[in-house]
C-alpha cells in the first residue's frame, strides 16, 4: 500500500454519481482483501460525530470488485451527492479480519460538491 493516509481532495457535481478504484496493494502485489470492511465518510465538521455524517458508505466482500485481488469499488450514488453545495470533510478507512483488528485511514481531504449546470 502507499504510504497512508494519502490527502486528496475531491470534487463532485451536486445529484451526479461518482465512482472511484481502489487496489490494495504491498510492494506492488495484491493483498487479499477479503473479510474487511471499508468505509467512506463525509461530513460537514471534523468534530461532527459519525451519526451526523452527511455520506456514509460502508463496504463489505460481497461490494468489493475483485477481493482476491485488492480491488474495490466506492460507489457515491446521485442520492448520495444530492447535498448542500459546499466543502465537506472526507476519509477513506480499511478495516481488515485479523485478530486483532487493523485499521487505518487510507485516504482524506476536501470534497467539494458543485452546482451543475443541469438542475433535473
Known amino acids: 500500500m502507499q ?3 494519502v490527502d486528496a481532495n475531491i470534487k463532485i457535481q451536486r445529484g451526479c454519481s461518482k465512482t472511484y478504484e481502489l487496489k490494495f496493494t504491498l510492494s506492488n502485489a495484491p493483498i487479499d482483501i477479503t473479510g474487511w470492511t471499508i468505509i467512506f465518510m463525509a461530513k460537514v465538521d471534523l468534530t461532527d460525530p459519525d451519526s451526523s455524517a452527511v455520506i456514509s458508505k460502508f463496504y463489505h466482500t460481497a461490494d468489493f470488485l475483485d477481493a482476491t485481488n485488492g480491488k474495490m469499488l466506492i460507489q457515491l450514488t446521485m442520492d448520495d451527492t444530492k ?6 470533510y472526507y476519509a477513506i478507512k480499511f478495516e481488515t479480519n485479523s485478530d486483532p483488528i487493523d485499521g487505518g485511514i487510507i485516504f482524506q481531504g476536501r470534497m467539494t460538491i458543485l452546482n451543475s449546470v443541469i438542475q433535473g
Do not use: Q
Open 3 to 5: 504510504a497512508i493516509p
Open 83 to 88: 447535498i448542500e453545495n459546499g466543502n465537506y
